[in-house]
């Protein structure tokens, strides 16, 4: 498999992924026995590449880069590991903001991570609640979706200042409680014109945050938003056939 992890330079524990590892399963990669179960009943009981390579790396708390091209499965390599590091820290929270974002460029995408997030958590049943913001969403509805406060928030970039200016996200409280934030179809963010509300979101991200940049391509939108966000990541990328 023509795969590439291009290690952090601080880091030189991590070997090149061996031919063996193809083979691995999910909870082989260290899933937990409910979500490796919840795949299952979603049909799913093999690792994609980039899930294969992503999935442990997450786990371990690395910050991730994921280039792989349009079906490769990066959804649940970000939100499989994601879930599991949540139900590990369930109980033991006391917070005033969500402990994960996971910010896309479209409307549609929202609800399609949603979704799938959503059939998750019900299949494991666990008690983490997930909200999805849209731009269209009135004070009033922003702040009954953030009341509680969810675990994981699912929005495009432009929700965020109005949830800021509408006081019902406190920067301090994300600089408290925010764990992981996933970019997803970085590509598009930028292009969409995102840069400011994502520039204006960086400075509340405290530097415990665990930083996820999920991508199909390698474009110099991409760079520039690792440069902003990430600290030291993992890059895992798999080339198109042929490449
Ligand atoms: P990407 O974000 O890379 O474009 P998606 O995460 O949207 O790709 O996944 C594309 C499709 O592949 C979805 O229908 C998803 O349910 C399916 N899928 C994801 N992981 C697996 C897997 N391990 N085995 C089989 N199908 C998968
Ligand atoms: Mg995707």
Known sequence: MAEAIEKPAKDTEREEVEEEEEE???EELGLDARLTRALIKKGISKPTPIQRVAIPLILEGKDVVARAKTGSGKT???????????FADFGSRNKLAPSAFVLVPTRELCQQV?????SLIELCRVQL???QLTSSMPASDLRTALAGPPDILISTPACLPKCFS???????????????LVLDEADLLL????????????SHIPKRCQCLLMSATSSADVEKLKKLILHNPFILTLPEVGD
């Open 191 to 202: 292009s969409y014109g995102y840069e400011d509300d994502i520039k204006a979101f960086t």
């Open 166 to 180: 509408a006081g019902v996200l406190q920067p301090a409280s994300i600089n408290d409680s925010l764990e992981i």
């Open 24 to 26: 691995r399963t999910f």
């Open 76 to 86: 649940f390599a970000y939100l499989v590991p994601l879930l599991q590091k949540l």
């Open 114 to 118: 949603y979704t799938e997030v959503s």
């Open 129 to 131: 609640k997930v909200v």
